[in-house]
């Protein structure tokens, strides 16, 4: 057991882009089996593979592309780059992330109107994202690494 925990970063180093489809679906379907478990309903197994498939195929690998994009646009760590990166991944990223999550999700429960959930949850889900980061950045600046980490987990948990 030591060993695999020791030979894992050094697979992320060496393979970062599948690392991070691996861990961005295994991440997604436990916020997804864990929201289940809080509602108090029955485990509903369809439905996270459903998750772990649009983890896969989409998010994953979206965020991938899109974080490093943002990384050769905007590089550094100075506050205020960071804050910008925030702002462009929130009003850039977080709409389409969004975006493909309803319509994703809606095409693969086999929904006969695919834009419904988009068009009925997107605008409320996309306001409590924006207001975590509002409040977050309000409150201290050491706390913009968690609003990352929290509005991942808001587009993808609700």
Same mark, same amino acid.
């Given at each position: 057991m030591a060993g695999w925990w020791r030979a894992l970063p050094r697979a992320a180093q060496r393979y970062p882009?599948?690392?991070?489809?691996?861990?961005?679906?295994?991440?997604?379907?436990?916020?997804d089996a864990l929201q289940q478990r809080l509602r108090g309903g029955p485990a509903?197994?369809?439905?996270t593979r459903r998750?772990? #498939?649009?983890?896969? #195929?989409?998010?994953?690998?979206?965020?991938?592309?899109?974080?490093r994009l943002l990384e050769r646009a905007l590089p550094g760590r100075a506050p205020r780059?960071?804050? #910008?990166?925030?702002?462009?991944?929130?009003?850039?990223?977080g709409p389409i992330a969004l975006s493909?999550?309803?319509?994703?999700?809606?095409?693969?429960?086999?929904?006969?109107?695919?834009?419904?959930?988009?068009?009925?949850?997107?605008?409320? #889900?996309?306001?409590w994202g924006l207001a975590v980061l509002l409040q977050l950045v309000s409150d201290s600046w050491a706390q913009v690494i968690l609003l990352l980490a929290g509005t991942t987990a808001v587009h993808h948990c609700t």
């Open positions: 882009w599948p690392t991070n489809v691996l861990l961005y679906a295994g991440l997604f379907s436990a916020g509903d197994w369809r439905q998750v772990a #498939t649009l983890a896969v #195929t989409f998010h994953a690998n979206f965020n991938y592309v899109w974080l780059v960071v804050l #910008t990166k925030v702002l462009c991944d929130q009003l850039f990223g493909a999550f309803y319509v994703g999700m809606s095409i693969l429960q086999e929904k006969d109107d695919v834009l419904l959930d988009l068009k009925q949850k997107f605008w409320n #889900t996309y306001k």
